[in-house]
């Protein structure tokens, strides 16, 4: 006979067993619910945001790779995410808002106070980071930091409160309008509204609203090619030989003939605005049409479906990576030493998220 506690503890294995096969199986299901080239692509993404943060803050002095590399890829995750976009009737503009602030407005805060405590770190430690808590006494930076615009501390986070508002602004406009030709009128409209005060250099606007408005005319770019299946002519050889000349004829043009710099989407300021709406889409093209290639990238998989995540941690590791006093060299080397940081930050990135991941599952079946 089993002893009454033996029983017992079989009984409470046996629902933890479950527990974790049925968590499995839905993790599974949503995986294959997703599209593969849409992870590949923000996993690429992501990559070049690691390397494009990293070039300036290790000096490593690749001033034309960093163009080359804002030159599309925050519009192409925008536009992505006007891929992904689905209106639905039943959810009304409030419930809708309160989703999207759980899934991009609290990481925000989270990493935010993460970054934070780096910071302290490194200026109690090495006495680098005077210039942050310098900031933090003026009033134009704290109030930017509470209301989360381009003059917070935090400006780098500033994708996060955009694209939220991005995604508010797009569902207001497909609720107060069935017709696709107003919808992307208006979306347009908005979009070169956020230009505008970008351009003018007014006062900036809470949860990043100035690059939110510019984001939701890709969103809708990103939508259309969804709704008319453009997508399926991305990945042709001849489409993805041509966009990559393009790009790399477009950039070397820009900064080399023209002489413009590195462009900013936050601070909704740019050089040329067409040049860069013509970047940020065959930009795009040359991203998606490479994933298409790609077959089983399982690292690349993982960093695209947890880009979110990736984007907020690369931030903080990139601050303690900073502890090392990393050695400056030619343009190879530095090339080089670019290759190692980026490989190192995205490495600890899928760690740390892997160990978050395994901790939440573990209280799951605790609860």
Known sequence: SIRPARKLWMLISHSRWKNNASERSKMSQNVKNRIEWIDYSKGILIILVIAGHAIPEFDLHLDYLAHFIYSFHMPAFFIL????????????????????????????????????????????????????????????????????????????????????????????????????????????????????????????????????????SFMYVGYVINAFKIDNYFG?????????????????????????RQDSFYNVTFSNIFLFIVTAVIGLITVVGFSKYLHNSKYLSYLGRNSLYVYGLHFLNQNIIGFIGWPRGNAIGNLLILVVLTA????????????????????????
């Open 236 to 260: 042709y050889r001849w489409v993805e030989g041509s966009s990559i000349c393009f790009l790399l004829l477009v950039n070397y043009l820009s900064y080399n003939v023209l002489r413009y």
């Open 81 to 216: 995410s006007g891929y992904l976009f689905r209106y639905k009737k039943d959810i009304n503009t409030v419930e809708f808002a309160k989703k999207k602030a759980k899934q991009l407005l609290i990481p925000y805060i989270i990493f935010c106070v993460l970054i934070f405590l780096c910071h302290l770190a490194k200026q109690i430690v090495l006495g680098t980071d005077a210039k942050f808590f310098t900031m933090l006494k003026t009033k134009k930076h704290i109030l930017g930091t509470i209301f989360m615009t381009r003059d917070s501390v935090f400006s780098n986070m500033w994708f996060l409160p955009a694209i939220f508002s991005a995604f508010c602004m797009l569902y207001v406009i497909f609720q107060i309008s069935k017709d696709e030709k107003t919808r992307a009128m208006i979306c347009m409209a908005v979009g070169l509204l956020g230009l505008l005060w970008g351009k003018a250099e007014l006062t900036a606007l809470p949860i990043s609203m100035e690059a939110g408005m510019l984001a939701v």
């Open 344 to 367: 190192l930050n995205s490495i600890m990135c899928v760690i740390e998220i892997v160990i978050y991941n395994s901790i939440k599952r573990y209280l799951k079946t605790r609860v």
